[in-house]
């Protein structure tokens, strides 16, 4: 018995290939579409970044002015290494940059707490507690300095009532750097308490809840809740502000110049000094080690900070 296969449907040779084609082409489309909103910001920071830094990183090896220069090798980062207050910049820089860092970190996460309770003007005071982060560095250092001032500064006169005499708070070795870190972290605690309100609102309601009904009270929410579960606003907020010590200048420059002496001077006020001087390959190479110097020290930052985040 012979039985017969029943033949398929045959495919027309006209519509099947053009719609295949048609298909194809509209994956491609939707594929390249969103790498075309890539492309405004790649310019911009290639424009913005990296053409400045690989030019920074060649000026470094000249001696240079506005219009024309001389390359040198290494010699700019020999001299700049040679220098003799280098030591203490590169110390008072790692002090700086730990002390704003950690104070930062301490009252934004406090400030932070106390922001996201029930109080009933805490809309004024998160207003008056980041008031300060919109106000010009330069302007700040400047008002610092004449309220520091000692006899007749403000914070001395302030003292004075309660029967201590302050020290000359910029003019003493002992105390400069450490006057300019706090003027600091009045300035830029107000960004901290911001990444931190961020966190704390968005930790979930049911972990309060729960030790509440456990017997809970403030400290234990803080303790147990708050304090764990913000942990990305803490990595956030240590790794912004550490950069932002390493970095600093305008501040320091404003009140202190580096002084007493060189007793203030961080890398930054040093490598400027260099550049008032003329020696503006000299003040590259010095840009681009203490760029090398954040990559340096930020990096295994990263590194640890980020390994403790995923274990939370």
Do not use: C
Not at 7 to 26: D, L
Not at 99 to 118: D, E, H
Not at 173 to 186: C, G, P, R, Y
Request: glycine residues 10%.
């Amino acid at each position: 018995m012979v039985t017969k296969q029943k033949a398929g449907p045959r495919r027309g040779p006209g519509p099947a290939p053009s719609r295949r084609h048609s298909n194809t082409a509209r994956n491609r489309q939707r594929a390249a579409y969103p790498y075309a909103f890539y492309l405004p910001a790649a310019i911009v920071y290639l424009a913005i970044f990296l053409v400045p830094t690989v030019m920074a990183f060649y000026f470094a090896l000249t001696r240079w002015t506005l219009f024309d220069s001389t390359f040198v090798g290494l010699d700019n980062f020999r001299d700049f290494l040679s220098e003799q207050n280098l030591r203490v910049g590169f110390q008072n820089t790692v002090i700086y940059a730990l002390v704003t860092s950690a104070l930062k970190v301490g009252f934004g996460l406090l400030l932070g707490a106390l922001l996201t309770g029930n109080l009933r003007i805490r809309g004024l005071l998160r207003s008056i507690v980041f008031f300060p982060v919109l106000v010009s560095t330069v302007a700040v250092g400047i008002v610092f300095s004449m309220l520091l001032k000692p006899d007749t500064g403000l914070v001395d006169q302030t003292l004075g009532l309660v029967g201590i005499s302050g020290p000359d708070w910029l003019g003493d070795a002992k105390t400069a750097l450490l006057s300019v870190a706090l003027v600091d972290v009045w300035k830029g605690v107000g960004l901290a308490t911001v990444i931190y309100m961020a966190g704390i609102l968005s930790i979930p309601r049911d972990y309060y809840e729960a030790v509440a009904a456990d017997g809970g009270n403030a400290w234990h929410r803080f303790r147990h809740v708050t304090l764990p579960l913000s942990w990305p606003a803490t990595y956030s907020v240590i790794i912004l502000s550490f950069i932002g010590g390493l970095r600093s200048f305008d501040l320091i420059w404003t009140m202190t110049r580096g002084g007493p002496g060189f007793t203030s001077d961080t890398i930054a006020s040093i490598i400027y000094k260099q550049y008032q001087a003329g020696f503006y390959g000299l003040s590259t190479a010095g840009n681009v080690l203490l760029f090398l110097l954040v990559i340096a020290l930020v990096v295994p930052l990263t590194y640890i900070l980020g390994k403790r985040q995923v274990a939370v």
